[in-house]
């Protein structure tokens, strides 16, 4: 079956932090995106690549970085994490074409 | 611009009678439009996908959508609810692709289903 892995479910970190999130797929994807949902906001895309070393920025890109160095890893960087960024990230692949997303499970981000 | 709404934040139905999910959209040229579930604190999960064809479209868990080109419509249906149907729904549309940058969905804000025995 095919995956989208997030490495942590659930994470809590200090203000000020720098916070790592990764995301594999292992279906030769050539599209990763990020996305953090909000109650009441729906989903908002943070950052996109298309190709290795490739990025985009999404609609709210400010206070994050990403990587990446590998096709099938996609990782979302919090430089230095607020309160504000306390929520629910999702990670997801798709191929390039009319395909849809994969997702992954999410991980829920306290920021404390 | 490219965008999709929902209209409704929730829909209550009760089991056993059919449900109804709205999604209208806006996107330059054909649209591909998709269904996705997600239930309590877990990703979202594909339900079917309109490319071209036939407008009825059928999906996992019994769910199929209707494409109404002329009212920009992509609703979600289901002849009989489940009470394990309960999640959010969200739509989504992927319209005009800039070639060789993939192509992103553009999301809904997601309808809460509940469906009560």
């Known amino acids: 079956d095919v995956k989208v892995t997030q490495s942590s479910r659930y994470l809590v970190k200090r203000t000020g932090e720098k916070v790592f999130l990764e995301c594999v797929q292992d279906?030769?994807?050539?599209?990763m995106f990020w996305y953090r949902q909000d109650p009441g906001l729906g989903l908002r895309l943070i950052y996109f690549?298309?190709?290795?070393?490739?990025?985009e920025k999404g609609d709210i890109p400010e206070g994050y970085s990403v990587s990446r160095e590998k096709k099938e890893r996609f990782s979302l960087i919090l430089e230095s994490a607020s309160t504000n960024q306390t929520s629910m990230y999702l990670c997801?692949?798709?191929?390039?074409?009319?395909?849809?997303?994969?997702f992954g499970s999410g991980t829920r981000l306290t920021v404390v | 611009a490219q965008s999709v709404a929902q209209p409704e934040d929730q829909v209550n139905v009760a089991e056993g009678n059919p449900l109804t999910v709205k999604c209208t959209y806006s996107v330059s040229g054909n649209p591909y439009l998709f269904w996705y579930v997600q239930y309590p604190n877990r990703g979202l999960q594909f339900l079917l996908k309109?490319?071209?064809?036939?407008?009825l479209v059928k999906g996992s868990y019994g769910f199929e959508a209707e494409f109404n080109k002329s009212q920009t419509s992509f609703h979600l249906k289901k002849p009989s609810a489940l009470v394990s149907d309960s999640a959010l729904y969200f739509c989504?549309?992927?319209?005009?692709?800039?070639?060789?940058?993939?192509?992103?969905?553009?999301f809904g804000q997601g309808t809460e289903l509940s469906v009560k025995p």
């Open positions: 989504a549309v992927r319209g005009f692709m800039i070639y060789n940058q993939g192509g992103k969905l553009i």
């Open positions: 309109y490319i071209t064809g036939d407008n």
């Open positions: 690549s298309y190709d290795v070393k490739m990025k």
């Open positions: 997801a692949s798709s191929f390039r074409g009319r395909s849809g997303y994969t």
């Open positions: 279906m030769d994807h050539e599209n």
